[in-house]
């Protein structure tokens, strides 16, 4: 027969002696504001999820934090060795350096996250207008010719034959079914996605919306 654990109910639950809800239960009683284990754990848990993260930073972000060096060199050690073993042992070294940070250093890191994953005003006014040029490209017939004016590194053919390619895939199979959007689609977007994000001069870079609001312009 096992022996009965000692222990007492609150509101109808058995709280055994020693066991963490007892510990609990009696700093409660004493009006400490003393973590509890549980809380400890989940901060742990919590710091060492913020350090994988951490891992994940673009390079000037990490810089503009300026953490402690021993941190630094951690995190570029875990990026440069693939041993599996060796990575375990950096990612809980990590951790434990996360949590000797102070409160406001951990709200930065926090933060820079946040803003890495946060499109850029740039990046949006990019997105529109890669959006913009797509579509005119494929229902201007002179769409094709005013762009080759403004990125003349542009491969002619190939964006000619995309567009052709669009026109065909996004006729509905039915009257009355919404236009399809295949692979040319796609391409015609990554295109003019990435000339308007690298300019074909450095000198005179290409404005976003170049040609936008100007359906007169030379073919």
């Given at each position: 027969?096992?022996?009965?654990?000692?222990?007492?109910?609150?509101?109808?639950?058995f709280?055994?002696?020693?066991?963490?809800?007892?510990?609990?239960l009696?700093?409660e009683?004493k009006?400490?504001?003393?973590?509890?284990?549980?809380?400890?754990?989940?901060?742990?848990?919590?710091?060492?999820?913020?350090?994988?993260?951490?891992?994940?930073?673009?390079?000037?972000?990490?810089?503009?934090?300026?953490?402690p060096?021993?941190?630094?060199?951690?995190?570029?050690?875990?990026?440069?060795?693939?041993?599996?073993e060796?990575?375990r042992?950096?990612?809980?070294?990590?951790?434990?350096?996360?949590?000797?940070?102070?409160?406001?250093?951990?709200?930065?890191?926090?933060?820079?996250?946040v803003?890495?994953h946060?499109?850029?005003?740039?990046?949006?006014?990019?997105?529109?207008?890669?959006?913009?040029?797509?579509?005119?490209?494929?229902?201007?017939?002179?769409?094709?010719?005013?762009?080759?004016?403004?990125?003349?590194?542009?491969?002619?053919?190939?964006?000619?034959?995309?567009v052709?390619?669009?026109?065909?895939?996004?006729?509905?199979?039915?009257?009355?079914?919404?236009?399809?959007?295949?692979?040319?689609?796609?391409?015609?977007?990554?295109i003019v996605?990435?000339?308007?994000?690298?300019?074909?001069?450095d000198?005179?870079?290409?404005?976003?919306?170049?040609?936008?609001?100007n359906?007169?312009a030379?073919?």
């Amino acid at each position: 027969m096992s022996k009965l654990k000692k222990g007492y109910f609150v509101k109808g639950k058995f709280v055994a002696e020693g066991s963490e809800l007892d510990l609990e239960l009696k700093r409660e009683l004493k009006g400490t504001d003393e973590k509890s284990r549980t809380d400890l754990k989940r901060e742990s848990t919590e710091l060492q999820k913020l350090g994988e993260d951490l891992l994940t930073l673009r390079a000037e972000l990490l810089t503009r934090l300026q953490l402690p060096e021993k941190l630094l060199e951690a995190i570029a050690e875990y990026k440069r060795i693939t041993n599996f073993e060796g990575r375990r042992r950096l990612m809980q070294f990590i951790g434990k350096r996360m949590r000797q940070l102070e409160p406001q250093t951990l709200e930065a890191i926090r933060v820079a996250l946040v803003e890495q994953h946060t499109p850029s005003a740039l990046e949006t006014q990019t997105l529109h207008a890669t959006e913009q040029w797509r579509d005119r490209l494929i229902t201007d017939d002179d769409a094709v010719g005013q762009w080759v004016n403004i990125c003349p590194t542009t491969d002619v053919q190939q964006l000619r034959a995309l567009v052709r390619q669009a026109r065909k895939d996004a006729k509905p199979e039915k009257p009355g079914l919404a236009p399809r959007h295949g692979r040319a689609y796609r391409d015609i977007f990554q295109i003019v996605r990435e000339h308007l994000m690298h300019p074909d001069s450095d000198a005179n870079p290409t404005p976003l919306d170049a040609g936008l609001h100007n359906p007169g312009a030379d073919a």
